[in-house]
T-cell receptor
C-alpha cells in the first residue's frame, strides 16, 4: 500500500479556513485519495475522495496537485465540531482495504 | 448511509478470558471489516469478513486469536480469545456496500476493551 505523510497536528481559529496537507509521492495511477476523520470517542467518518480533479462536497474540498504527489483537504470555515484526527488514505481502484496512517490532529480554537 | 451498532460498548475483562463483540448493520452490506485501535494509536485492520466465506486476516492477526463469524449480510462477530492486557484497545467494525456509488466505509462506534 502506498504511503501518505501528514503533519502530526495543526491548529485553526474558529470560522477560518483550514488547509490540511498530505504527501503521497509514491501514488500509483489507480490510487484514489480518500479522507476520513475521527471525532473524539467516535469511529471514523468519510469526508471526501478524488482521483485527479479537485472535488467539492458539503463537508469539504479536496485539491489534488497536478502530479498527484500531494493533496490538500480544505475546510472552508472551521467550527469547534471539526476538531478531530484527519486521515489521508490511498485506496486502489477496486481495493477495499483502508490503511490508516497516523493522521493529523486538528485543534480548533474559539 | 449505513447505521452500525456494536455490543458491548465497553467491557473490562480478566486475562485469559474471551470476549465476543457484535456488529449489527441496519441494511445488507457485502463487506464488513474489523479494526483495532490501541490507546493513542491509529486504526489497524484485523480482518475482512464476507458472508459465506472464511474471513481474510491481515499480517499479524490469526484466526485462533480473533475468530470471526459472518452469518448473514447484516451481522458479524469478532471474538478476542485468551485475552492479555496487550489486547486492551478499541475494536471497531466497518461496512462497505460495493453497490454504493462512493464506496465509502461506515464505521461503528467501537467497543472499548480493558483487560486486567
Amino acid at each position: 500500500d502506498a504511503k501518505t505523510t501528514q503533519p502530526n497536528s495543526m491548529e485553526s481559529n474558529e470560522e477560518e479556513p483550514v488547509h490540511l496537507p498530505c504527501n503521497h509521492s509514491t501514488i500509483s495511477g489507480t490510487d484514489y485519495i480518500h479522507w476520513y476523520r475521527q471525532l473524539p470517542s467516535q469511529g471514523p467518518e468519510y469526508v471526501i475522495h478524488g482521483l485527479t480533479s479537485n472535488v467539492n462536497n458539503r463537508m469539504a474540498s479536496l485539491a489534488i496537485a497536478e502530479d498527484r504527489k500531494s493533496s490538500t483537504l480544505i475546510l472552508h470555515r472551521a467550527t469547534l465540531r471539526d476538531a478531530a484526527v484527519y486521515y489521508c488514505i490511498l485506496r486502489d481502484l477496486g481495493g477495499n482495504k483502508l490503511v490508516f496512517g497516523a493522521g493529523t490532529i486538528l485543534r480548533v480554537k474559539s | 448511509s449505513a447505521v452500525i451498532s456494536q455490543k458491548p460498548s465497553r467491557d473490562i475483562c480478566q486475562r485469559g478470558t474471551s470476549l465476543t463483540i457484535q456488529c449489527q448493520v441496519d441494511s445488507q452490506v457485502t463487506m464488513m471489516f474489523w479494526y483495532r485501535q490501541q490507546p493513542g494509536q491509529s486504526l489497524t485492520l484485523i480482518a475482512t469478513a464476507n458472508q459465506g466465506s472464511e474471513a481474510t486476516y491481515e499480517s499479524g492477526f490469526v484466526i485462533d486469536k480473533f475468530p470471526i463469524s459472518r452469518p448473514n449480510l447484516t451481522f458479524s462477530t469478532l471474538t478476542v480469545s485468551n485475552m492479555s492486557p496487550e489486547d486492551s484497545s478499541i475494536y471497531l467494525c466497518s461496512v462497505e456496500d460495493s453497490g454504493h456509488r462512493y464506496n465509502e466505509q461506515f464505521f461503528g462506534p467501537g467497543t472499548r476493551l480493558t483487560v486486567l
